[in-house]
Every structure is written in C-alpha cells, then in structure tokens.
T-cell receptor
Framework: GAGVSQSPSNKVTEKGKDVELRCDPI?????LYWYRQSLGQGLEFLIY????????KSGLPSDRFSAERTGGSVSTLTIQRTQQEDSAVYLC????????????FGQGTRLTVV | KQEVTQIPAALSVPEGENLVLNCSFT??????LQWFRQDPGKGLTSLLL?????REQTSGRLNASLDKSSGRSTLYIAASQPGDSATYLC??????????FGKGTKLTVNP
C-alpha cells in the first residue's frame, strides 16, 4: 500500500474486554514496530518484528499484551482484560529493514477504556 | 541504555523567524537519527533521516545535523510559517534496532 495503515482509528471498549489492533505495513517492509503514546507522554516502545519473528518484546507492559505478525505483513496487537491505564494511542511503524533505514508511521489507533 | 532529550519542550515564535530545535542522546553508538513531525491527533510524519556516516541532511526549509561525538542533533527551520506549528520529535536508533524517542518540542508559529 501507499503507507502504513492502522485499524480501527478509534476504539472505545469496556474495562475487562479484549481488543485487537491491526497494522498493515508498507509492502515489502520487513521491520514492523509498535509504540504507545499516552496523553502528554512520549512514545513508548512495545515490540518489534523482523519478518514474522519478534527479537525484542521488552516493551510489552504486561502479559495481557501480545502481538503477532503473519506472512511477514499484517500485525495484530492484542490487549486482554483491558484496564483504564491501557487508554492511549497505539502507533505502528514499518521500515525496509532494521538498522539505518527510515521508519514510516501509521495514523494510530486511539484506544479508550471506560 | 539510550536516552533522548529534547529542549525546549515548547517554543513560540513569530512567523518568518529562523529557529533551532535541539536533541541530545546519551549513547554515541547510534546508527541513525530521525526527525518527525506530529500534528494534533495524528500519527508521525518523517522529516529527515541522518545516517551515522552523515553529518547533515536538508529538505526544503529544513536542515538537520548530527554530531555523534557530542551526542547532539539539531533541526533548523528557516523562515518559519504558521503551517510549521506541530510537535517535533527526534528518535535515535542504536544497537537495539528500535527507535528511542525524545518527548518532543511543541512549536507554535504565530502569524
């Protein structure tokens, strides 16, 4: 595609429900990153993929968070039993590879847990 | 562990002024430094990427420099316009193969 696509753009969910956030990277980009941006905070790294494998999951806040990538393309970030502190904008980025290449971001998914 | 700091946190200037945004990082073993722009409620737009072997990059009215030895990067904006108003973020990529972001500088250009 022309750019990184994320869906949904907005999601309101009740506390305790599970949510899935989707990221469609730029075609041919092997590296894919998930970040979280809370109100008034900087970007917090969550996880990155090289192909379908995730060499670095160190940023996932708890075991309620998981992510997968299939076919070296689409990635899904799943949050189980959502809590109010999970409310944030979740941003996805892709780049041709890791190291020394430009990263391109999607428009993000704004998650609100009520 | 790489840490990235941006100063100032906010900046307000009159239209037409030239300005400099600062970014500092703690780990000089950096592969590249990327500058982004974020408009309210939007994602990040890549402005410039400076690879470790380069000292600066230019795009239109924007010029970014990288000094690895001092752990600094600057983004120079010439002849600022109201449309330049946004939050500017810098991010460094090191051996961890992930971008580490500063908290950004919120720029307001007044007509």
């Amino acid at each position: 595609g022309a750019g990184v696509s994320q869906s949904p753009s907005n999601k309101v969910t009740e506390k305790g429900k599970d949510v899935e956030l989707r990221c469609d990277p730029i075609s041919g980009h092997t590296a894919l990153y998930w970040y979280r941006q809370s109100l008034g905070q900087g970007l917090e790294f969550l996880i990155y993929f090289q192909g379908n494998s995730a060499p670095d999951k160190s940023g996932l806040p708890s075991d309620r968070f998981s992510a997968e990538r299939t076919g070296g393309s689409v990635s899904t970030l799943t949050i189980q039993r959502t809590q109010q502190e999970d409310s944030a904008v979740y941003l996805c980025a892709s780049s041709p590879r890791t190291q020394n290449t430009e990263a391109f971001f999607g428009q993000g998914t704004r998650l609100t847990v009520v | 562990k790489q840490e990235v700091t941006q100063i100032p946190a906010a900046l307000s200037v009159p239209e037409g002024e030239n300005l400099v945004l600062n970014c500092s990082f703690t780990d000089s073993a950096i592969y590249n430094l990327q500058w982004f722009r974020q408009d309210p409620g939007k994602g990040l737009t890549s402005l410039l990427l400076i690879q470790s072997s380069q000292r600066e990059q230019t795009s239109g009215r924007l010029n970014a420099s990288l000094d690895k030895s001092s752990g600094r990067s600057t983004l120079y904006i010439a002849a600022s316009q109201p449309g330049d108003s946004a939050t500017y973020l810098c991010a460094g990529e090191g051996g961890s193969e992930k971008l580490v972001f500063g908290k950004g500088t919120k720029l307001t250009v007044n007509p």
